[in-house]
């Protein structure tokens, strides 16, 4: 049954409007305290973000909540209510990726790629309120995403790259 369908044989009374990737979604109410992640991934199939610790300290859940970052193992979907939700895949597609998705493959920022996804959007967060940030301002950004393979050299070019600075 596609997702829509299945979601809209769940509401029963009343339900929750949202937006996700600038499409509008009814939520059952009865969903409302459910971490965000799990709606995303298990209800709308939106797999690219990724469930780490559930407890806000690995960045890897990271999505856009009108615009800002948040982590949506924390955010309730009472929270995102009447807002729009951004996730890796709204960010761009193949063939029209976001300038940072663009470079993440550019600069091959990604390894095993669990927190790739919470690192790009991120990453677009920043380049969206300060399109030329400094090596110090990246590194800040996303001093909360977790990288166990230790790709952050790369993951910093990659964000250089996308606002046109030179990379370290
Ligand atoms: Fe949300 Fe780790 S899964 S911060």
Partial sequence: ???RLKLNARVKGKSLSLIVNGKPHQVPSADAEMPLV?????????????????????????????????????TPVSAAVGKSVTTIEGLGSPAQPHPVQAAFITEQAAQCGYCTAGMVVESAALLARNTQPGLDEVKEALDGHLCRCGSHQRVLRAVLRASGREQP
Wanted: net charge neutral.
């Fill in 38 to 74: 799990h709606l995303l991934r298990n209800d709308l199939e939106l797999t690219g973000t990724k469930l780490g610790c559930g407890k806000g300290e690995c960045g890897s859940c990271t999505v856009l909540l009108d615009g800002q970052p948040i982590r949506s193992c924390l």
């Fill in 1 to 3: 049954m596609p997702n």
